[in-house]
């Protein structure tokens, strides 16, 4: 499957299954994103390739040790990575040329969801990240065989 | 009901700016361009007056993008913070009126989505678990032409 940013600059191959899809409402990702939520999945980073638009990429900081990029020609938001991480990187689900069959896990930090937007349908919701909730979701995955 | 602008502000804090209303309509759009610049399912845009828009700080951050025109002008643009792009609110010259992406506001714009459209185009992965309508482009066109709720541009 690629990746491919707005302008096309930028174009990423992902070679295996990405991870859970995870919405993640927190203040960040809205803004990242100018949207509701940030959507978004980890790809290790052997099933990565880089195929074209390295010199586009530009990485913010957004927190210490985690990385956002974008591409500087269009804006499209593209991954990000932790420093503590450096074999994961998380993809935006909106530049997926694809359908990478999978669908969302749940609702993350909705706690800090925008004032505007009202989170509907089934999913569970967390009120952390996805690695605060490690044990909840590793028991709804039992529980769901 | 307060009242008073409502503020927004990019991820990085360079590019701040206010709203004095919002004028609607507030539309979420599934097409494959507003969900690349997003980098999520879709775009949330609210639509506002230019004249109730004000840039506090930031205007030599912002760096636009306009992609090649599909069917007809105006073209599709999208406007961000060249330090940490986030997509920020930018009105193209001239206008009266455009829309912001609804992510970058800091607080509630007291207005809500009135829509989703180009739900043909919506992506595989994710699904509208909502009530509010939701438009393809041919009933999009039918609700522009219709009537002043209808305003905003056509996009691709």
């Not at chain 1, 913010?60 to 074999?87: I, K, N």
């Not at chain 2, 828009?53 to 406007?79: C, N, V």
Request: charge should be positive; include cysteine; proline fraction near 8%.
């Amino acid at each position: 499957m690629t990746a491919s940013c707005l302008c096309g600059g930028v174009r990423i191959e992902i070679s295996g299954k990405v991870g859970p899809l995870v919405y993640c409402h927190c203040t960040r990702c809205q803004k990242a994103s100018g949207t509701a939520f940030g959507a978004n999945a980890d790809v290790r980073a052997q099933y990565w390739r880089l195929a074209a638009g390295d010199e586009l990429i530009r990485e913010f900081e957004s927190s210490p040790g985690v990385w956002r990029a974008f591409c500087q020609r269009c804006g499209s938001p593209l991954y990000s990575r932790r420093t503590a991480a450096p074999d994961t990187f998380r993809v935006r689900l909106g530049i997926l040329d694809g359908d990478p069959g999978r669908r969302a896990l749940a609702h993350f930090w909705v706690g800090s969801k925008a004032a505007w937007h009202e989170i509907a349908g089934d999913l569970p919701r967390f009120a952390r990240g996805p690695a605060e909730h490690a044990d909840e979701l590793a028991a709804r995955a039992d529980g769901a065989t | 009901v307060t009242a008073g602008p409502i503020r927004g502000s990019c991820l990085c804090g360079g590019v701040r700016f206010e709203i004095a209303r919002a004028a609607g309509p507030f539309e979420l759009c599934h097409c494959t361009r507003c969900r690349k610049a997003s980098g999520s399912a879709f775009v949330a845009g609210l639509g506002v007056r230019t004249e109730d828009f004000r840039l506090l700080a930031g205007a030599e951050l912002i760096h636009r993008y306009e992609a090649p025109i599909r069917e007809a002008p105006p073209p599709y643009r999208t406007s961000f913070c060249s330090r940490c792009g986030s997509p920020v609110p930018d009105p193209p010259v001239g206008s009266s009126w455009f829309e912001i992406p609804a992510g970058a506001l800091d607080q509630d714009p007291r207005a809500r989505p009135d829509r989703h459209i180009f739900v043909e185009c919506k992506s595989p992965w994710y699904e509208i678990a909502d009530s509010l309508p939701q438009l393809d482009q041919p009933a999009l066109r039918k609700l522009r032409r219709g009537g002043r709720d209808g305003r905003g541009p056509g996009r691709a």
